[in-house]
């Protein structure tokens, strides 16, 4: 972090302010300190100049005495003057010293004071650092671990830094950031909102705006919701402004999927319905009495249910496989053991390949009409009876794409009724074959009455094995 | 479809579910219309609608085997063939274009269906 990123501009201010006031009440006691230096050094000239003449005093006056009388009196009164002198000098010393006693004193105190003061501001300021530091480096902890890229402004949208966060998702330098540079990372045409936003953040005391910052890992750019408060003084004054980045853009795509996904349960559900109706209405055609009815729904909205089952079950993007669907409606009619094999039944194919969402509802309804007249007037109707389901992969689609074949074959059943006679039962499972399954995606279908069974061959194609979310089944 | 009256009029089916199809279309020849269809998916729809000289009207599914119908309804509307949706999609999946297209939802009522068909048409 560099100098511009101290935190705390007020805390700062008014420590230096302090600093100030102390500086200049040294300073002025230092002014002070020297007068009062000077004072005493001229004192203490005065005392030495007020001795020697003294001292000069006395050494002239006391030969005089001793030499000669005729000059006493002169020399009386002259004597007389010194001692007049040296008893004031000696009173003005006096004073002088007590000044100067005075003057020690105080500056002694006012030297202590100054000492007890400034050691208390350095205490203080220690202390102030310390705890600056550590709100320096609790802030840049927070700022560099979070995962909003963080950025700090003055006056207009001009940066004066940007988290390491920044740099690294946009691979700006700091200098590239700086200023407006920031706003070459966002998508050209989101750069205006960027603009219209700051131009506004003074006034509502508040910066917001959406836009998308290009990542440089992942050359694309990502949706952002960009946010700022400003920093104010005490006295309310816009020092800078501290702005987050935040990136939506796997929120908006999780919504977006979750829309997707509600309109799909929507569709599914509405569109199960209709298939119902469907369902209901030819059984109704087909029934010969209530109770009839009744037995025909009843294992016809089951096998719907059997496949609703599927659909559901299965991994989100993936698909119903084919083996599956016919072991879940060949195991309803009769019991099947791990290799397929039931005791007239056997079913032996390719497993995990991959069926057409739209084809899975129709196809399961298909088999499962082929399985009630198997069991109805078919193979497995008698004990003679015997059914082989056998499926594999066939390089029949356009430009050799492999299709899905599927050999129903029934044997062993007599009393099969001619060649193009009509079917027994309501013919609906063989109106699913012959129409439905063609009709909705391509599938080409053969039934057909042979001497000892029915022989119906499905041929579909096999679509790719990830589902595309958003291409919804209809 | 009661009383209602589509006799010789040309209706386009376009519904990719094979059940509901052919339901609409028993339901909508019953009233006497003759039923263009019904096609499953998008490009059968568009053959139909470029083999066609007269289309009256039309009833289109929305999504058809994952692809979506609209690209019929742009060509309908062309040809100023009154149109209305059948779907269990809410509006807001419908482009704004279309925003005043009369939509039936899924489960049709044959019933609603005629009336729909027949207010379209001006019968």
Known sequence: ???????????????????????TALES????????????????????MLARELKLAT??????????????????????????????????????????????????RANEDLEARVEARTREITRTNAELSRSELRFRTLVE?????????????????????????????LEESLGLGWLEAFHPDDRAAARGAWAEAHTRGGLVFEGRICHAGEGRYRHFHTRAAPVRSAEGRVLEWLGTSTDL????????????????????????????????????????????FQRQID????????????????????????????????????????????????????????????????????????????????????????????????????????????????????????PGARPRGSGYGRELIERALPYQLGAKTRYEFTPDGVHCTIEVDIPDRAEVLEKRHG | MGDLDLKGLNILVVEDEYLIADDVKTALSGAGAVVLGPAPTVDAATRIIAGAPVIDGALLDINLAGDMVFDVADVLTAR?????????????SIPERFASVPRLEKPIKAAELGTLLGTLIGR
């Open chain 1, 1 to 23: 972090m560099n100098r511009q990123a101290d935190p705390a501009p007020d805390e700062k201010a008014k420590l230096l302010d302090e600093n100030e006031q102390l500086r």
């Open chain 1, 29 to 48: 006691s230092l002014e002070e300190n020297m007068q009062l230096a000077e004072d005493r050094d001229r004192l203490r000239d005065r005392v030495v």
């Open chain 1, 59 to 108: 050494t002239t006056f006391m030969p005089v005495r001793a030499s000669s009388d005729q000059t006493l009196d002169l020399r009386e009164l002259q004597q007389s003057q010194t001692e007049e002198e040296l008893r004031v000098a000696f009173e003005e010393l006096q004073v002088l010293a007590e000044e100067l006693e005075l003057a020690n004193t105080g500056l002694q």
């Open chain 1, 145 to 173: 671990g979070m995962p909003q890229l963080v950025w700090r402004a003055v006056g207009v949208a001009e940066w004066t830094w940007a988290s390491p966060q920044w740099r690294a998702f946009t691979g700006q330098s």
């Open chain 1, 249 to 292: 853009d796997d929120i908006l795509s999780l919504q977006a999927r979750q829309a997707v996904l509600v309109g799909e349960l929507q569709h599914r559900t509405r569109n199960l319905m209709a298939v119902m109706q469907a369902v209901m209405l030819r059984t109704i055609k087909g029934s010969q009495s209530l109770q009839d």
């Open chain 1, 299 to 418: 294992a016809r909205m089951q096998a719907l249910a059997r496949v609703q089952g599927l659909l559901s079950r299965r991994d989100a993007g993936t698909r119903v496989a084919f083996d599956l669907l016919l072991r879940e409606e060949v195991s309803a009619h009769v019991t099947l053991n791990a290799e397929g094999n039931g005791r007239q039944v056997s079913i032996e194919g390719p497993a995990d390949i991959p069926l057409q969402s739209s084809l899975v509802q129709t196809f399961g309804l298909a088999l499962h009409e082929l399985m009630t007249n198997a069991v109805k007037y078919g193979a497995l109707s008698t004990p003679s009876g015997m059914l082989r389901i056998t499926w594999e992969e066939r390089p029949t689609g356009r430009d050799g794409a492999p299709r899905l074949f599927v050999d129903w074959r029934e044997s062993g059943v007599t009393n099969m009724p001619e």
């Open chain 2, 80 to 92: 100023q063939v009154p149109f209305a949706f059948a779907t269990g999609y809410d509006r807001a």
